[in-house]
């Protein structure tokens, strides 16, 4: 391996070079994994002991920043990664996992605006491990976007493209419904960019559990809406959704009052988003 601080000046001397700079940093398979011979700061068998990047991949984003060039970082992991830094001093944070052969082809249209992304994100990324569990505690208490009542640095369902979506007011099947019975939201979601793209329109639901989850994603929906334009969109949340898991392991619906928020991300992370409120009448007991 060449040495780290001669790679680290060419890095440099390039990047004076050039308009702007595209930094691929994160894990790898040699890293993060299970069972593995691995022992390093951050890393221990495979297991994460932290979130944030690798040192030295810290150090060679603070180091092109310094040149005063837009910065726009490329994230590659199989799990979340702490990027404070980045998303502070960065343009821009692409999250591209591990993309495959087509990989470099759909990175490299997405951030020359060829294609405007929709995706979101499946896990939550915390901003550190402050106030999170223990990671030998299997409880889900403080731990997953359903009980963390931390700020995350990107929250689960979180994702941006390069147009912007309004909401009207959703509005319900019904406003009270016996247990068991479907609930059918409809919103109307318009396009107010100049740019045709596609939202994920997420419905979540607040269930009258006590210390049940903050939330829960009940159903999404994609749609492609050009600019300027409006649709309609419709999501059926079936009883299962509806339901909650009692200490036990038992699965019902539970009387009482809930609240349904559909929008772009979760309901404290978005302000693109419509709410409305509705009762069950009744209970009713659900498989495992």
Not at 8 to 16: N, T
Not at 119 to 136: C, E, H, I, N
Not at 199 to 216: M, R
């Amino acid at each position: 391996e060449a040495p780290a601080e001669a790679q680290l000046d060419e890095a440099v001397a390039r990047a004076k070079e050039a308009d702007v700079m595209v930094a691929f940093v994160g894990l790898s398979p040699q890293l993060e994994g299970e069972e593995m011979n691995i022992k390093i700061d951050g890393f221990m068998g495979g297991d994460r002991t932290s979130l944030d990047l690798p040192a030295p991949q810290q150090k060679l984003l603070e180091a092109l920043s310094a040149t005063g060039k837009p910065l726009v970082v490329v994230l590659q992991s199989g799990s979340a990664v702490a990027l404070n830094w980045a998303n502070e001093h960065a343009a821009a944070v692409l999250e591209a996992w591990y993309p495959g052969v087509d990989g470099g082809t759909a990175i490299a249209r997405t951030l020359a605006g060829q294609n405007n992304p929709a995706g979101r994100l499946p896990v939550t990324f915390y901003a550190s491990l402050d106030g999170l569990p223990d990671f030998t505690d299997y409880g889900l208490k403080g731990r997953t976007y359903r009980y963390f009542t931390g700020k995350p640095l990107w929250g689960f369902g979180y994702g941006l493209s390069y147009s912007t979506f309004k909401y009207s007011p959703v509005k319900l099947s019904a406003e009270t419904l016996k247990a068991g019975d479907p609930l059918t939201a409809t919103v109307t979601v318009t396009n107010s960019s100049a740019v045709a793209g596609d939202e994920v329109v997420e419905a979540y639901v607040k269930t009258p559990q006590t210390g049940g989850p903050i939330h829960s994603l009940a159903g999404f929906q994609r749609v492609h809406i050009g600019a300027g334009e409006s649709k309609e969109v419709a999501i059926t949340i079936d009883p299962r959704s509806l339901s909650a898991v009692d200490d036990k392991g038992n699965r019902s619906i539970l009387a009482g009052k809930y609240l349904l928020t559909i929008g772009a991300a979760q309901p404290q992370e978005t302000q693109p988003k419509s709410e409305a409120a509705f009762t069950v009448t009744g209970t009713l007991p659900l498989a495992k």
